[in-house]
Every structure is written in structure tokens, then in C-alpha cells.
């Protein structure tokens, strides 16, 4: 494997980051701050406990995936489709890098973003929620792995968009959604039995449900069977970026 390749594509793309520090890190990190304000301190402090945990401390999970799947999938697909947009994908695609190592490059730049702003919402929620974290190695795997997950489904989306506009219809129109409605403010128990049946067919619920697990040790979807299907996901987008690398859709328009 050449490394050095993996290590410039990394670099580079952790570059930019620090370029944007405001846009890419800063951004998102204040906009959960205003929710856990709103949500957890103002609205929070007003509602009954849920499961035996405070309703400010309930949604710190929540809102951290909200964070975590949209910046990733944000991050993942603008890496990718910005060489395609300039042109510059030919170079790289010429060059002695493997399939591979481009993706390791791309999506491990993309994940240690997540993770990093994961990190620091993780760190600012104490700033207004008292909360513990009951299997810290457990919510650690949870991070990484959702991280890089959704980044690869990121590197997939920028390779599918032919234009800036459809690099956002996927994290805001799908994503941000489906995360709302996966029971980061709530638990999908507090649902009528027919809603929580539908529930259950969003993705997302397994994602929020695994990482409030770690954190609380309740959950609203039995803790394996979440990480089976984020494994699941994982297995479903590495398949899907294999066949393009072999058939070459969309890599050079």
C-alpha cells in the first residue's frame, strides 16, 4: 500500500479544514449549542425525566449524531466532487493510487472531522448539562465507527452529484430528517404502538438509539442489533464505492 499516498490526500483535505476552521468546525458546534440552550437548559428544565435520565441529558446523543451523520456526509461527498468539479480527478486517478488508498485518504480526513467536532460538542455539553457516560469505550466505537460510516456515504454522494446543489439535498433533505424523526429529542416508546412500528424503519433510530446506550445504558433498540445495522451500512456503502472504482461511474465527469 503506498502510505505516502494516503498520508498527501489526508493531509490535504485536514488542510482545508484548518482553513475553514469556521465553516467546518466552528459552524456546527455552535448551532448544537443553541439547541442544547433552547432544548436542554430552557425547554429541558420544564420536562419529566425520560427512562430515568433528565430531559437535557436525554438529547446530548441525539444531537450529537445530528451533528456527526450531516458533517460527515457534508465533508465526505465536498472532498471528493471538488476534483471532479476543477478537473483535477484525472490527475489523481492517473496517478500510482490505488482505489484504496484514495478512499482511505478521503474518508479517514472526512471520519477524524466528525469524530474531532463530535469531540468538542461532547466537551461544550458539559457547559450546560450534568451528564455521565456509562461505557465510555462503547460510545467511543459508536463515534468512530457512525463517523466513517456516513463519511463513506458522503464520498459516495459527491461522487453521484453532477452539481453544488445536489451535494446538499442528501444531508439536509434526508439526513436531518430522518434524525429528527429517530428519536434524538424523544424516545420512540413515548410514540403510539402504530408510530413506533414505522419507527423501526428508520435507520437512523438504530444509530441515535446504540450511542444513547453508551451513554445511559437505555436504549430504545436492543444495543446489538444497532450495531448490526450500522455494520450493515458500513458492508452496503464499502460494496457500492468497490463497483464504482471498478466500473468507473462518474469518476471522470
Not at 169 to 175: A, D, N, R
Request: hydrophobic share 55%; with cysteine; proline share 4%.
Amino acid at each position: 500500500m503506498n502510505l505516502h499516498a494516503v498520508q498527501a490526500i489526508y493531509r490535504f483535505e485536514m488542510a482545508r479544514t484548518f482553513r475553514t476552521i469556521v465553516q467546518s468546525i466552528a459552524a456546527p458546534v455552535i448551532t448544537t449549542s443553541l439547541y442544547f440552550i433552547v432544548f436542554g437548559s430552557a425547554i429541558g428544565s420544564r420536562m419529566q425525566s425520560i427512562d430515568g435520565v433528565s430531559y437535557g441529558a436525554f438529547i446530548i446523543p441525539g444531537l450529537i449524531m445530528l451533528s456527526i451523520l450531516t458533517e460527515s456526509i457534508s465533508n465526505g461527498s465536498f472532498g471528493i466532487y471538488m476534483p471532479k468539479w476543477s478537473g483535477t480527478i484525472y490527475e489523481l486517478l492517473s496517478a500510482p493510487v490505488s482505489a484504496v488508498e484514495i478512499v482511505l485518504g478521503y474518508v479517514g480526513a472526512a471520519a477524524t472531522k466528525s469524530v474531532l467536532i463530535g469531540t468538542i460538542i461532547l466537551i461544550t455539553a458539559r457547559l450546560f448539562v450534568d451528564f455521565s457516560i456509562a461505557h465510555p469505550l462503547a460510545m467511543l466505537a459508536f463515534l468512530v465507527l457512525t463517523s466513517a460510516t456516513f463519511s463513506l456515504f458522503g464520498f459516495l454522494t459527491g461522487i453521484w452529484a453532477d452539481g453544488f446543489e445536489k451535494l446538499s439535498i442528501i444531508p439536509m433533505l434526508v439526513i436531518t430528517p430522518l434524525t429528527f424523526l429517530g428519536g434524538s429529542f424523544y424516545s420512540i416508546s413515548m410514540l403510539p404502538p402504530v408510530w413506533q412500528k414505522i419507527a423501526l424503519f428508520n435507520p437512523v433510530v438504530y444509530l441515535v438509539s446504540g450511542f444513547r446506550w453508551s451513554f445511559y445504558g437505555v436504549s430504545d433498540v436492543d444495543v446489538g442489533i444497532s450495531l448490526a445495522a450500522t455494520l450493515g451500512f458500513l458492508a452496503v456503502c464499502l460494496a457500492a464505492v468497490w463497483w464504482i472504482f471498478r466500473t468507473g461511474w462518474r469518476l471522470k465527469t
